[in-house]
């Protein structure tokens, strides 16, 4: 009770400071630009179209401007995924739990949605530049389609040697194309294909090569890390 | 061409591709790491002579990604205060990628070395960036792969520790976030050189200064073994396997270090006061580490708490920052505490072999069986304790001369305190290595000469410890122009952004 | 006037269905009301869509259709004793 | 002329969606909830998203895709629900007029022992 | 049942449509990409989806699935109105009980559709499809007996989709 | 955005809270996992209104789903009641 | 009176009440989860309210009133972009954020995994063998 008295407190202090901190940065304000461009923000809106080609500016900004996050982040999901694998790896012989069957609507039903999510993914990650979206949600609902298969077909598997290796070489291959950005313009990740006409769906670049690429590693390591996650006990 | 953006390129290369090298054979994952930070070492040492060229007779280099400028996109800065902390990370890490030739990690192997290689990998990147969301995202992936690597050893214990490692740090990395966040909602900008630009101008609220100040301290204090975030080196120490450990102490928490260094030197500036702050937590860090270790029976716990201490000790150092003397001490400190520290565990891994038994009782006597091996250790010990001819005799001579020169002779006084309780545990320790009989258990596991690549990795680091003792001038450009590039904001900004 | 109108409509829903999540005495009851308002929010947020005019938002609520029953899916296999 | 389809329509769905929550939260048992649930806000989802479709008629394929998601989503998800909860035994309303289960599960462990 | 070529082909031909639906454009670009994306998801999920194959785009069973869609959204319209009626109505007129009923359709994709368009009509909610029969909630009890409640709920819809699923 | 828009929001926010507090209040680990699925959603609603349609989709796919599921999972191995 | 209320419900009083408050009450609410609970699951659920706090006060610091989302259409191209649409960096930023947060919990629900096989329990107070 002491505790939880001492952390209230602890908290209400916090909160204070947060708020006072927060309080000074107007809400809703205009940015502000006291010298040209001194909120980055305001130049990746003027110039995306003109330097990216790119129409959504947050995926230029996350592709191009701030590509390299974008390879951390890729990074860390990687770290994810095979750390989860290395730690769950010897909890799998144990533990049989019994399982209900799914019913027939549910089986049916996935069977239908499945492709149609597959598309969806597709949809959402090659359209990066142009609508809301990119690599990474596109992936992930790509890893939602295995998901649900995962939930109502009984005892379904994915192959685990294929998704080990369509991971890595996705990986190896977001890699390689910043070092060939680096051998061809001189640095890294660097833009070395054409701009395209803004709006279509060949534009932009790298840009959708790139999420392409992240699309299917985020879709793999996901799947990987869900069936890792639902192994760890055996069926009945 | 090479540049410095190949120190991480490659790894993350090699890190992707293990899986493809182990469907070719099952042996060549365990050479993967090894060849990677060869390679990535022979580039940072060819980059070396650029480096110190030029008229301050250092430079300082700015990559960009995707060709896009300072300001508006993601740069590298290779000046020599980054320089200087990716050689401590890239030496540490191929002497403990040697230890791995002999050491068979828990299954599944290949997921050990891809974590092994992303750790080394997000702590370069830490060090190398210049761009503090940037910094945020290396963070992430040292503390996410160093979390993945205390409990991969599967005990209830391992994990207990990587759930503790976990909250601890991934609470204070988004309390780092949230200060990026305060930060970027003042100035609108993500750029280290352009922040401290601005806050050098004063545009940003004293009010938000202060929350940011704490936010950062908070946040990176807990990969940099800082007081009351550091609950889970003692426990990350004991169970995490033994490479992992040393590069724990020898490359995380010098990443960590360095960030904090950064942040609070470049960002926000010595003239805002911090430093009192960092004299504050840095003495209560060593204060509590050195005391802490006087009362361990295990070795790896002992050992934990002694880094604690000397962590503690540098980061007193760093807050000394008013006197260049006592950050060039601190830097030397951090070299010097990476190297003994990666040495002492690597070889206490070795003492320990074939038999898992770490408390002080059961290693006694180990002098006697695995000479070498229990020498090495020697080595890196006397130098943490700071004794002439050894390297930690510079640094902890230039720390203290720093902080009485500064002023700070209390804190000079309660670093010699501790100093004093350091030899008072390690001279025990000694004691027990030397001193007693070994036991049959311990003379039966003796694998030493089986050991033969483990040994060449500490053999080499051994000698890096004694070089330097001997002949500091070897580094001492590093340190000299790593100090100057910490606190010399103006030329950080105008290397980066150009003159002003 | 319109716009008041609907999206009061829709606003007291979800409100009384988070209600329902709060006070429901069955993990089941909870599951019924977060079901239900993910359908809601769905249509809430093709409504805003289009009070905000931009055609790109729709992306968003179409994700939403295709992947919202997964939660209760997952939700429903575990009481059965599924998973 | 479409634009007020639309908007009757858009109107229409969102009554049915207040309805359904205002179902959801009345009805006595989780079997009458889902009753409410899915069928008043399928419908009314349903009908505001074609009506934005009818309102603006160049989105109209992409809502079309919506309601078609959500008429194939929400029966599957609300009979996983119906199931799981008589699988993990919730107790019918005491209202309640008949309840079969018994002898279904009866009925097909015979057929199943056959 | 149908081929894998024809299985391969219709589920290629209604990924395209969907993908159409989803861009909403004939851009050459999108449609190339589209028809890319739907042969490669084709390729690998053709078995999941469908039993049948072209046979399901005969115009005769597409022109009997549109009829059906329109019976069966009048039957939800009707039963909406029911269930608003019974939320509004203060004194909640229910009358609720689980019954057992058969089914005549035979294929999984058949008991699919007669299970999801009970659960979205008058008063009914599909609890369980094991082989044959069906356990159904029906919120407003009229007939407990199997027979007369098989004629009552799937019964309606049964008559339709029999004439173009089996 | 407009005032009623703002109104809706404050609503969303406040019952993303009530969400939230319903994740510490309750005893059942399963009706945890419910209610954070729910403060999900309407943090992915909140990010929409504030015009980030990116950050909405990818909290969308996120949220609707994928760490429910993962929640369920780990609920599954482990035990679902919490004890004192 | 309705002068009053008007002032208090306009916009820009009640705009940052509603978007920093709710962030700083769900960072708060997952903070105090952590600090507190003893349960495992429950540890890992409120560090991902913590993120989510964090995640949307850095959307609400790049809103600006009546501005729109960050992606162009032709009308927006002919003009000054930045005239129009919201700050797309904190939103650039969230993503990685999102991701970096899924990434953590993944990690500490596996760890949770191995720790109750080992200990059979989800409580800390009845994990004996470190102290806490």
Same mark, same amino acid.
């Given at each position: 009770?002491?505790?939880?008295?001492?952390?209230?407190?602890?908290?209400?202090?916090?909160?204070?400071?947060?708020?006072?901190?927060?309080?000074?940065?107007?809400?809703?304000?205009?940015?502000?630009?006291?010298?040209?461009?001194?909120?980055?923000?305001?130049?990746?809106?003027?110039?995306?179209?003109?330097?990216?080609?790119?129409?959504?500016?947050?995926?230029?900004?996350?592709?191009?401007?701030? *590509?390299?996050?974008?390879?951390?982040?890729?990074?860390?999901?990687?770290?994810?995924?095979? *750390?989860?694998?290395?730690?769950?790896?010897?909890?799998?012989?144990?533990?049989?739990?019994?399982?209900?069957?799914?019913?027939?609507?549910?089986?049916?039903?996935?069977? !239908?949605?499945?492709?149609?999510?597959?598309?969806?993914?597709? !949809?959402?990650?090659?359209?990066?530049?142009?609508?809301?979206?990119?690599?990474?949600?596109?992936?992930?609902?790509?890893?939602?389609?295995?998901?649900?298969?995962?939930?109502?077909?009984?005892?379904?598997?994915?192959?685990?040697?294929?998704?080990?290796?369509?991971?890595?070489?996705?990986?190896?291959?977001?890699?390689?194309?910043?070092?060939?950005?680096?051998?061809?313009?001189?640095?890294?990740?660097?833009?070395?294909?054409?701009?395209?006409?803004?709006?279509?769906?060949?534009?932009?670049?790298?840009?959708?090569?790139?999420?392409?690429?992240?699309?299917?590693?985020?879709?793999?390591?996901?799947?990987?890390?869900?069936?890792?996650?639902?192994?760890?006990?055996?069926?009945? | 061409?090479?540049?410095?953006?190949?120190?991480?390129?490659?790894?993350?290369?090699?890190?992707?591709?293990?899986?493809?090298?182990?469907?070719?054979?099952?042996?060549?994952?365990?050479?993967?790491?090894?060849?990677?930070?060869?390679?990535?070492?022979?580039?940072?040492?060819?980059?070396?002579?650029?480096?110190?060229?030029?008229?301050?007779?250092?430079?300082?280099?700015?990559?960009?990604?995707?060709?896009?400028?300072?300001?508006?996109?993601?740069?590298?800065?290779?000046?020599?205060?980054?320089?200087?902390?990716?050689?401590?990370?890239?030496?540490?890490?191929?002497?403990?990628?040697?230890?791995?030739?002999?050491?068979?990690?828990?299954?599944?192997?290949?997921?050990?070395?891809?974590?092994?290689?992303?750790?080394?990998?997000?702590?370069? =990147?830490?060090?190398?960036?210049?761009?503090?969301?940037?910094?945020?995202?290396?963070?992430?992936?040292?503390?996410?792969?160093?979390?993945?690597?205390?409990?991969?050893?599967?005990?209830?214990?391992?994990?207990?520790?990587?759930?503790?490692?976990?909250?601890?740090?991934?609470?204070?990395?988004?309390?780092?976030?949230?200060?990026?966040?305060?930060?970027?909602?003042?100035?609108?900008?993500?750029?280290?050189?352009?922040?401290?630009?601005?806050?050098?101008?004063?545009?940003?609220?004293?009010?938000?200064?202060?929350?940011?100040?704490?936010?950062?301290?908070?946040?990176?204090?807990?990969?940099?073994?800082?007081?009351?975030?550091?609950?889970?080196?003692?426990?990350?120490?004991?169970?995490?396997?033994?490479?992992?450990?040393?590069?724990?102490?020898?490359?995380?928490?010098?990443?960590?270090?360095?960030?904090?260094?950064?942040?609070?030197?470049?960002?926000?500036?010595?003239?805002?006061?911090?430093?009192?702050?960092?004299?504050?937590?840095?003495?209560?860090?060593?204060?509590?580490?050195?005391?802490?270790?006087?009362?361990?029976?295990?070795?790896?716990?002992?050992?934990?708490?002694?880094?604690?201490?000397?962590?503690?000790?540098?980061?007193?150092?760093?807050?000394?920052?008013?006197?260049?003397?006592?950050?060039?001490?601190?830097?030397?400190?951090?070299?010097?505490?990476?190297?003994?520290?990666?040495?002492?565990?690597?070889?206490?891994?070795?003492?320990?072999?074939?038999?898992?038994?770490?408390?002080?009782?059961?290693?006694?006597?180990?002098?006697?069986?695995?000479?070498?091996?229990?020498?090495?250790?020697?080595?890196?010990?006397?130098?943490?304790? =700071?004794?002439?001819?050894?390297?930690?005799?510079?640094?902890?001579?230039?720390?203290?001369?720093?902080?009485?020169?500064?002023?700070?002779?209390?804190?000079?006084?309660?670093?010699?305190?501790?100093?004093?309780?350091?030899?008072?545990?390690?001279?025990?320790?000694?004691?027990?290595?030397?001193?007693?009989?070994?036991?049959?258990?311990?003379? /039966?596991?003796?694998?030493?000469?089986?050991?033969?690549?483990?040994?060449?990795?500490?053999?080499?680091?051994?000698?890096?410890?004694?070089?330097?003792?001997?002949?500091?001038?070897?580094?001492? /450009?590093?340190?000299?122009?790593?100090?100057?590039?910490?606190?010399?904001?103006?030329?950080?900004?105008?290397?980066?952004?150009?003159?002003? | 006037?319109?716009?008041?109108?609907?999206?009061?409509?829709?606003?007291?829903?979800?409100?009384?269905?988070?209600?329902?999540?709060?006070?429901?005495?069955?993990?089941?009851?909870?599951?019924?009301?977060?079901?239900?308002?993910?359908?809601?929010?769905?249509?809430?947020?093709?409504?805003?869509?289009?009070?905000?005019?931009?055609?790109?938002?729709?992306?968003?609520?179409?994700?939403?259709?295709?992947?919202?029953?997964?939660?209760?899916?997952?939700?429903?296999?575990?009481?059965?004793?599924?998973? | 002329?479409?634009?007020?389809?639309?908007?009757?329509?858009?109107?229409?769905?969102?009554?049915?969606?207040?309805?359904?929550?205002?179902?959801?939260?009345?009805?006595?048992?989780?079997?009458?909830?889902?009753?409410?649930?899915?069928?008043?806000?399928?419908?009314?989802?349903?009908?505001?998203?074609?009506?934005?479709?009818?309102?603006?008629?160049?989105?109209?394929?992409?809502?079309?895709?919506?309601?078609?998601?959500?008429?194939?989503?929400?029966?599957?998800?609300?009979?996983?629900?119906?199931?799981?909860?008589?699988?993990?035994?919730?107790?019918?309303?005491?209202?309640?007029?008949?309840?079969?289960?018994?002898?279904?599960?009866?009925?097909?462990?015979?057929?199943?022992?056959? | 049942?149908?081929?894998? +070529?024809?299985?391969?082909?219709?589920?290629?031909?209604?990924?395209?449509?969907?993908? +159409?639906?989803?861009?909403?454009?004939?851009?050459?670009?999108?449609?190339?990409?589209?028809?890319?994306?739907?042969?490669?998801?084709?390729?690998?999920?053709?078995?999941?989806?469908?039993?049948?194959?072209?046979?399901?785009?005969?115009?005769?069973?597409?022109?009997?699935?549109?009829?059906?869609?329109?019976?069966?959204?009048?039957?939800?319209?009707?039963?909406?109105?029911?269930?608003?009626?019974?939320?509004?109505?203060?004194?909640?007129?229910?009358?609720?009980?689980?019954?057992?009923?058969?089914?005549?359709?035979?294929?999984?994709?058949?008991?699919?559709?007669?299970?999801?368009?009970?659960?979205?009509?008058?008063?009914?909610?599909? +609890?369980?499809?094991?082989?044959?029969?069906? +356990?159904?909630?029906?919120?407003?009890?009229?007939?407990?007996?199997?027979?007369?409640?098989?004629?009552?709920?799937?019964?309606?819809?049964?008559?339709?989709?029999?004439?173009?699923?089996? | 955005?407009?005032?009623?828009?703002?109104?809706?929001?404050?609503?969303?926010?406040?019952?993303?809270?009530?969400?939230?507090?319903?994740?510490?209040?309750?005893?059942?680990?399963?009706?945890?996992?419910?209610?954070?699925?729910?403060?999900?959603?309407?943090?992915?609603?909140?990010?929409?209104?504030?015009?980030?349609?990116?950050?909405?989709?990818?909290?969308?796919?996120?949220?609707?789903?994928?760490?429910?599921?993962?929640?369920?999972?780990?609920?599954?191995?482990?035990?679902?009641?919490?004890?004192? | 009176?309705?002068?009053?209320?008007?002032?208090?419900?306009?916009?820009?009083?009640?705009?940052?009440?509603?978007?920093?408050?709710?962030?700083?009450?769900?960072?708060?609410?997952?903070?105090?989860?952590?600090?507190?609970?003893?349960?495992?699951?429950?540890?890992?659920?409120?560090?991902?309210?913590?993120?989510?706090?964090?995640?949307?006060?850095?959307?609400?610091?790049?809103?600006?009133?009546?501005?729109?989302?960050?992606?162009?259409?032709?009308?927006?191209?002919?003009?000054?972009?930045?005239?129009?649409?919201?700050?797309?960096?904190?939103?650039?930023?969230?993503?990685?954020?999102?991701?970096?947060?899924?990434?953590?919990?993944?990690?500490?629900?596996?760890?949770?995994?191995?720790?109750?096989?080992?200990?059979?329990?989800?409580?800390?107070?009845?994990?004996?063998?470190?102290?806490?």
């Amino acid at each position: 009770m002491i505790r939880r008295l001492f952390v209230l407190v602890l908290l209400i202090i916090i909160g204070y400071f947060l708020g006072t901190a927060m309080a000074s940065i107007p809400f809703g304000a205009e940015k502000v630009d006291v010298g040209p461009y001194r909120s980055v923000g305001n130049y990746y809106v003027d110039n995306t179209v003109q330097e990216t080609g790119g129409v959504n500016a947050v995926t230029s900004i996350v592709v191009l401007y701030r *590509g390299f996050d974008t390879l951390g982040e890729v990074t860390v999901l990687f770290l994810a995924a095979t *750390g989860l694998a290395a730690i769950l790896a010897l909890t799998r012989e144990r533990r049989k739990l019994k399982k209900e069957k799914p019913s027939l609507i549910m089986r049916v039903g996935t069977d !239908y949605l499945f492709p149609a999510a597959i598309v969806l993914g597709s !949809y959402v990650f090659l359209h990066g530049h142009l609508t809301p979206g990119g690599g990474f949600p596109g992936g992930v609902i790509i890893a939602s389609g295995f998901l649900m298969l995962f939930l109502a077909q009984w005892r379904y598997k994915v192959d685990e040697l294929g998704l080990k290796i369509i991971e890595s070489l996705a990986g190896m291959t977001y890699v390689t194309i910043g070092l060939i950005g680096l051998f061809k313009l001189g640095t890294f990740l660097g833009n070395f294909l054409g701009k395209g006409t803004p709006g279509a769906l060949l534009s932009a670049g790298i840009i959708p090569v790139i999420y392409i690429v992240i699309g299917i590693k985020v879709g793999s390591e996901m799947t990987g890390l869900l069936q890792n996650l639902r192994e760890t006990t055996e069926n009945e | 061409m090479v540049s410095p953006i190949l120190l991480i390129a490659i790894p993350l290369f090699m890190a992707f591709s293990v899986p493809i090298w182990g469907l070719i054979s099952k042996k060549l994952p365990k050479l993967v790491p090894f060849f990677t930070f060869a390679i990535t070492t022979a580039i940072l040492v060819s980059l070396l002579p650029t480096l110190f060229s030029g008229q301050q007779g250092f430079n300082l280099t700015s990559v960009t990604i995707a060709g896009i400028k300072p300001p508006y996109g993601i740069n590298l800065t290779f000046g020599p205060a980054s320089a200087f902390f990716a050689l401590i990370i890239q030496l540490v890490a191929l002497a403990a990628s040697l230890y791995l030739f002999e050491y068979e990690p828990p299954e599944p192997a290949e997921k050990f070395y891809m974590l092994f290689i992303l750790v080394v990998l997000g702590a370069t =990147g830490m060090v190398l960036t210049g761009d503090i969301f940037n910094m945020f995202v290396f963070l992430e992936i040292t503390s996410i792969s160093s979390y993945a690597l205390t409990a991969i050893n599967k005990t209830g214990h391992s994990a207990e520790a990587g759930f503790k490692y976990l909250l601890l740090g991934s609470l204070g990395s988004t309390l780092f976030l949230l200060g990026i966040a305060l930060l970027y909602g003042s100035l609108r900008t993500l750029n280290m050189a352009q922040l401290s630009l601005y806050i050098h101008q004063g545009h940003l609220d004293p009010k938000v200064l202060m929350a940011v100040v704490v936010l950062f301290i908070v946040g990176l204090g807990v990969e940099a073994e800082l007081l009351p975030l550091n609950g889970w080196v003692p426990d990350a120490y004991e169970a995490a396997p033994i490479p992992v450990v040393s590069i724990l102490s020898g490359v995380v928490a010098k990443a960590g270090l360095y960030a904090l260094a950064r942040v609070l030197y470049t960002i926000i500036g010595i003239e805002t006061g911090v430093l009192n702050l960092l004299l504050i937590f840095g003495i209560l860090t060593l204060l509590s580490g050195e005391l802490s270790a006087l009362r361990q029976k295990d070795i790896r716990r002992l050992l934990a708490y002694s880094s604690i201490g000397q962590m503690g000790l540098i980061i007193l150092a760093l807050g000394g920052g008013n006197s260049p003397m006592a950050m060039v001490g601190g830097l030397f400190q951090a070299f010097n505490h990476a190297i003994a520290k990666g040495l002492m565990f690597l070889a206490l891994g070795i003492m320990a072999a074939g038999f898992n038994k770490w408390d002080m009782e059961s290693l006694a006597g180990v002098g006697k069986a695995k000479p070498y091996t229990t020498f090495l250790f020697t080595i890196g010990l006397l130098s943490t304790l =700071g004794l002439p001819l050894f390297s930690g005799f510079w640094s902890k001579f230039l720390i203290i001369f720093g902080l009485v020169h500064s002023g700070q002779v209390v804190y000079a006084a309660l670093a010699l305190i501790g100093s004093v309780i350091e030899v008072v545990y390690f001279a025990r320790l000694l004691g027990y290595l030397y001193g007693k009989d070994p036991s049959e258990e311990l003379l /039966n596991s003796t694998l030493e000469s089986k050991k033969g690549f483990a040994l060449l990795g500490m053999t080499f680091l051994a000698a890096f410890v004694i070089l330097i003792g001997v002949y500091p001038d070897f580094i001492t /450009n590093f340190i000299l122009g790593g100090t100057a590039e910490l606190v010399y904001k103006s030329f950080y900004i105008s290397s980066i952004l150009g003159g002003i | 006037m319109n716009w008041i109108i609907v999206i009061t409509l829709i606003g007291l829903g979800t409100v009384l269905t988070i209600l329902r999540m709060a006070m429901g005495p069955t993990p089941a009851d909870r599951a019924v009301a977060v079901d239900s308002m993910t359908t809601i929010t769905t249509a809430l947020l093709v409504l805003l869509g289009l009070f905000m005019k931009r055609y790109i938002y729709l992306d968003i609520s179409l994700v939403y259709a295709a992947l919202a029953f997964i939660a209760t899916l997952a939700i429903a296999r575990y009481l059965e004793g599924g998973v | 002329m479409l634009a007020i389809i639309g908007w009757i329509m858009i109107y229409i769905g969102a009554i049915f969606l207040f309805l359904g929550a205002l179902g959801i939260f009345r009805f006595p048992d989780v079997y009458n909830r889902l009753q409410a649930g899915t069928k008043c806000t399928t419908l009314g989802a349903f009908s505001t998203i074609v009506g934005v479709g009818l309102v603006n008629p160049p989105w109209l394929p992409k809502t079309l895709l919506i309601a078609f998601f959500i008429l194939l989503t929400n029966p599957i998800s609300s009979h996983a629900l119906g199931r799981a909860s008589y699988k993990s035994g919730v107790k019918l309303w005491e209202g309640s007029v008949v309840d079969k289960c018994k002898d279904f599960e009866e009925c097909h462990k015979k057929e199943e022992e056959e | 049942m149908g081929s894998r +070529l024809s299985k391969f082909l219709y589920t290629a031909i209604v990924m395209f449509v969907l993908w +159409l639906l989803l861009t909403s454009t004939f851009n050459s670009q999108e449609v190339i990409a589209g028809a890319i994306i739907s042969v490669l998801v084709a390729a690998f999920t053709h078995e999941r989806f469908t039993r049948k194959g072209l046979a399901n785009l005969h115009p005769k069973r597409v022109v009997c699935m549109v009829l059906y869609f329109f019976y069966f959204f009048w039957q939800m319209v009707k039963a909406n109105i029911d269930v608003a009626w019974r939320v509004i109505h203060p004194k909640m007129p229910i009358n609720p009980g689980i019954v057992h009923v058969k089914t005549t359709m035979k294929s999984d994709f058949g008991k699919l559709m007669v299970a999801n368009s009970i659960t979205l009509t008058p008063g009914t909610l599909t +609890l369980e499809v094991l082989g044959d029969d069906m +356990l159904i909630h029906w919120i407003d009890v009229k007939a407990t007996d199997v027979e007369t409640a098989s004629k009552m709920i799937p019964g309606v819809f049964e008559k339709c989709l029999k004439e173009f699923l089996e | 955005m407009a005032p009623f828009v703002l109104y809706l929001s404050l609503a969303l926010a406040i019952l993303m809270i009530v969400g939230a507090i319903v994740v510490v209040v309750t005893k059942d680990l399963l009706v945890a996992v419910i209610a954070s699925a729910v403060v999900d959603l309407v943090l992915a609603i909140l990010f929409y209104i504030l015009q980030a349609p990116d950050v909405a989709i990818t909290q969308a796919a996120i949220g609707a789903g994928l760490t429910t599921a993962i929640f369920v999972v780990v609920l599954r191995k482990t035990e679902r009641f919490e004890d004192d | 009176m309705s002068e009053a209320i008007k002032t208090f419900f306009s916009p820009s009083v009640l705009g940052p009440e509603i978007f920093y408050g709710s962030s700083v009450a769900l960072f708060l609410i997952g903070l105090y989860m952590v600090l507190v609970k003893k349960n495992l699951v429950k540890i890992a659920i409120g560090l991902t309210f913590i993120e989510s706090g964090v995640n949307l006060f850095l959307i609400s610091i790049g809103y600006v009133w009546g501005k729109t989302a960050p992606i162009l259409n032709k009308t927006l191209m002919m003009g000054t972009p930045s005239k129009e649409v919201v700050d797309p960096v904190p939103q650039a930023l969230v993503l990685t954020a999102i991701v970096i947060g899924v990434a953590v919990t993944a990690m500490a629900l596996s760890i949770v995994i191995v720790i109750h096989d080992k200990y059979g329990t989800l409580n800390i107070s009845k994990i004996k063998e470190l102290k806490w």
